[in-house]
């Protein structure tokens, strides 16, 4: 079946744009989480939504940084005013209920390269 | 707090030797502690979890781990390591739901 998907794979940002990175989840998936991920570094969390509802986004680094996921599936995270530490590859995960033994299935991950 | 340790970044080991990669964690509460593994230019994919009950986990790809309480420590084990198991690996605990991570351990696996 469908994994968890992202687009784009790969994106190139001048210092100042603002970014649009999205994720389609494993369908009926109701938890979807993203992570940052710096180059040599493991995984950072960034914020979780149960269906549309964001219930922590305390991992989001500043206010440049929104997610949403208005009906409960598509996601996208949004940067605004790009900064070269914003580099990284950005990892979204779905799980399909909510719960800390429940297994997240990740996408392949956007990477993230502002110059 | 919840947080992983992963000692040793870079591993490497001979085709058909012993796989060893250590994890310790420190939890406030029972832990629920998971391996992933990921290739380059993919994303992170489950080789095993303990959750509850059984301490040695079994996972894919011939892995398992031991879940130690008294040592804080979940490291993973492979008798015998194959080319294709040469990748980054990750040890995490769950904390409200949400992953940490430890650093990664690259293993290098020699012919």
């Known amino acids: 079946g469908a994994g968890v998907s992202q687009s784009p794979r790969y994106k190139v940002a001048k210092r100042g744009q603002d970014v649009a990175l999205r994720c389609d989840p494993i369908s009926g998936h109701v938890s979807l989480f993203w992570y940052q991920q710096a180059l040599g570094q493991g995984p950072e969390f960034l914020t979780y939504?149960?269906?549309?509802?964001?219930?922590?986004k305390s991992g989001l680094p500043s206010d440049r940084f929104f997610a949403e996921r208005p009906e409960g599936s598509v996601s996208t995270l949004k940067i605004q005013r790009t900064q070269q530490e914003d580099s990284a590859v950005y990892l979204c995960a779905s799980s399909s209920r909510q719960g800390s033994t429940d297994t997240q299935y990740f996408g392949p991950g956007t990477r993230l390269t502002v110059l | 707090a919840q947080s992983v340790t992963q000692l040793g970044s870079h591993v490497s080991v001979s085709e058909g030797a012993l796989v060893l990669l250590r994890c310790n964690y420190s939890?406030?509460?029972?832990?629920?502690l998971f391996w992933y593994v990921q290739y380059p230019n993919q994303g992170l994919q489950l080789l095993l979890k303990y959750t509850t009950g059984a301490t040695l986990v079994k996972g894919i790809n011939g892995f398992e781990a031991e879940f130690k309480k008294s040592e804080t420590s979940f490291h993973l084990t492979k008798p015998s390591a194959h080319m294709s198991d040469a990748a980054e690996y990750f040890c995490a605990v769950t904390y409200t739901g949400k992953l940490i991570f430890g650093q990664g351990t690259t293993l290098q696996v020699k012919p």
């Open positions: 939504f149960q269906n549309e509802a964001q219930l922590d």
């Open positions: 939890s406030s509460v029972p832990p629920y």
